[in-house]
């Protein structure tokens, strides 16, 4: 089913599938440097938003449809370089709530009346779906110390905001969070 989804997002417009360094936000949340290809899911929420009228939605920057493994990936990028308090700032950015709205968007394009085949619901329901937030703490060499000590402490607390706000009834696994300077080698290991 998700090769035919895919196929349908891309014929209907709702999926822009390229490298994610190429997307429009790349250069300013840091991730120009990498290789992988992903949908740019920021315009897929546009038109689909667009399309019912709606501006609440938010969404992941990537999402990766691996039709070959039946695995649906929600990638979130953020530099969290020069916070003061990055612990606050990031209980802020409520990521639970990002892929919430993420799902909801694929979702509704999964429903749509000229997307057709048989059980899509149960099938989409029933696909292994990660989650994966890639972060960057610090590119200048005197911080580097500082950002390898903080890593944990920002992975947990990013880990943490799912443990009780996490999609129900789906196989979602958890949460993994991947430094963004190791994002195109580590990432192999979810495609």
Known sequence: ???????????????EIKRIGDFDNAQKEGFS??????????????KV???LNLNCYKSCDALDIIDTKDKINFIEFKELEDRTNIEDWIENLDFPQK???SREILFNIIRKRNFVHK???TKFISCEKNVIISFSLSSTASNRLVSLLRWTTIKAKIEGQFNDNYIQGEK????VCIRMNDFNLKYS???
């Open 1 to 15: 089913m998700l090769n035919e989804l895919k196929s349908f997002g891309q014929t209907e417009g709702y999926f």
């Open 33 to 46: 440097h990498i290789n992988v290809v992903a949908i740019d899911f920021d315009k897929t929420k546009t």
């Open 49 to 51: 938003c667009n399309e």
């Open 99 to 101: 892929i919430k709205d």
């Open 119 to 121: 059980d899509k619901k």
């Open 172 to 175: 979602f696994n958890e949460p």
């Open 189 to 191: 290991t979810y495609a």
